[in-house]
T-cell receptor, first 116, second 115 residues
Framework: GAVVSQHPSWVICKSGTSVKIECRSL??????MFWYRQFPKQSLMLMAT?????????EQGVEKDKFLINHASLTLSTLTVTSAHPEDSSFYIC????????????FGSGTRLTVV | AQKVTQAQTEISVVEKEDVTLDCVYE???????LFWYKQPPSGELVFLIR??????QNEISGRYSWNFQKSTSSFNFTITASQVVDSAVYFC????????????FGKGTTLSVSS
């Protein structure tokens, strides 16, 4: 079945530094990928929709300059948290939707970011 | 606008009890998909089921069953003879049929099964 690989699984960084999270579709092409953020005991909130070869579409309230998304190929999307602050500490999870077949959604295993 | 409501925030049961997790959705689309996911403490989302809006047949998979009723915009999930391993957060989600649209999640229901 479809597999999405997300790295790293967890990362600890200092305030003010940047962190890059990668999301790769391993056995299918994903024109569109999605990035979610999940705070403890809360639901998954859509941050942005990443489209291959074009600019990402951000949800209301998500700072595009802080959360940089790049979708340079049909199998790779990256999320960079710039100038991270402790309030950015969260669980980030990506998802890719297949372009054909049953159009199912496949999720990465998530990245737990802790900013200290 | 699309919306998914899971009114039950937390449910606690004892092993072997049956438990139903409620999900009510809102959408203006005539074609859409409904999903259930399980999220254990590890955080990884485990896909359980996908249902399209034209298929109202109830489905059973082992101890799991789903009841889809368009008339009440509900897609409820029942676990029969619950087990401790069923303890997790369960999310109901909705998407449009159109390619490129994201899943919208409900707030989730935390199920705790004690022995």
């Amino acid at each position: 079945g479809a597999v999405v690989s997300q790295h790293p699984s967890w990362v600890i960084c200092k305030s003010g530094t940047s962190v890059k999270i990668e999301c790769r579709s391993l056995d299918f092409q994903a024109t569109t990928m999605f990035w979610y953020r999940q705070f403890p005991k809360q639901s998954l909130m859509l941050m942005a929709t990443s489209n291959e070869g074009s600019k990402a579409t951000y949800e209301q309230g998500v700072e595009k300059d802080k959360f940089l998304i790049n979708h340079a190929s049909l199998t790779l999307s990256t999320l960079t948290v710039t100038s991270a602050h402790p309030e950015d500490s969260s669980f980030y999870i990506c998802s890719a939707r297949e372009n054909q077949g049953n159009y199912g959604y496949t999720f990465g295993s998530g990245t737990r970011l802790t900013v200290v | 606008a699309q919306k998914v409501t899971q009114a039950q925030t937390e449910i606690s049961v004892v092993e072997k009890e049956d438990v139903t997790l409620d999900c009510v959705y809102e959408t203006r689309d005539t074609t859409y998909y409904l999903f259930w996911y399980k999220q254990p403490p590890s955080g990884e989302l485990v896909f359980l089921i996908r249902r399209n809006s034209f298929d109202e047949q109830n489905e059973i998979s082992g101890r799991y069953s789903w009841n889809f009723q368009k008339s009440t915009s509900s897609f409820n999930f029942t676990i029969t003879a619950s087990q401790v391993v069923d303890s997790a957060v369960y999310f109901c989600a909705l998407s449009e049929a159109q390619a490129g649209t994201a899943l919208i999640f409900g707030k989730g229901t935390t199920l705790s099964v004690s022995s």
